[in-house]
Structure formats: structure tokens, C-alpha cells
Nanobody, 111 residues
């Protein structure tokens, strides 16, 4: 079993930046792919980005070129650097791996 804890959300103006973190604990040796998802009010949860242990990444079209996913395997932590934020990026952001979800962190982009 893996436990995940997100942090780093908040309120930011359009065009601003935020960095989310996801700390993993528990059966971390079984982790291969980690992912960020987000869910906006009234919408389904959607995939934002994924990263493998070896650093291969995949991004949703809507965030490609603005968001960067990374991980530090020595710290068992995954990150999501979000730049050029837009109001439509407003959502609760979740990290996910091995059927485990974090509790989510709110990101609000508004002037």
C-alpha cells in the first residue's frame, strides 16, 4: 500500500506559477508510473501528466508546454511545475500511483 500527500496549491493570478509536490510513503519500491490528475467543479477527473521511474513523461494537450512533471526518487517525491496558469486550470489536483490517490490540493487561478 502506498500513501500520497500533496502540497503547494493556492490562489494565483493568470499568467502566474505554482509548484505542486506529492510525497509518497509505504510500499514505494513497487512504484513505477506516477501521475497528476485534476478535477474542476462539475467536470470529470482528467489526466494532467505522467512520469515513469526512468523519467519518461506524457502530458495532456491542454497543459503541454506550460506544465512540467518531475520526480526525485531519492526523496520519493513527485512535482508539477505549472507556469502561464489560466483560469481554466482551476481545479483540485491529485497525485496517483498504484491505485492510491492523494487527498488533493486546490489550485485557483483568478484575478
Amino acid at each position: 500500500q502506498v500513501q500520497l500527500v500533496e502540497s503547494g496549491g493556492g490562489l494565483v493570478q493568470p499568467g502566474g506559477s505554482l509548484r505542486l509536490s506529492c510525497a509518497a510513503s509505504g510500499n514505494i519500491f513497487s512504484i513505477y508510473v506516477m501521475a497528476w490528475y485534476r478535477q474542476a467543479p462539475g467536470k470529470q477527473r482528467e489526466l494532467v501528466a505522467t512520469i515513469t521511474t526512468t523519467g519518461s513523461t506524457v502530458y495532456a494537450v491542454s497543459v503541454k508546454g506550460r506544465f512540467t512533471i518531475s520526480r526525485d526518487n531519492t526523496k520519493n517525491t513527485m512535482y508539477l511545475q505549472m507556469n502561464s496558469l489560466k483560469p481554466e486550470d482551476t481545479a483540485v489536483y491529485y497525485c496517483y500511483t498504484n491505485s492510491a490517490w492523494g487527498q488533493g490540493t486546490q489550485v485557483t487561478v483568478s484575478s
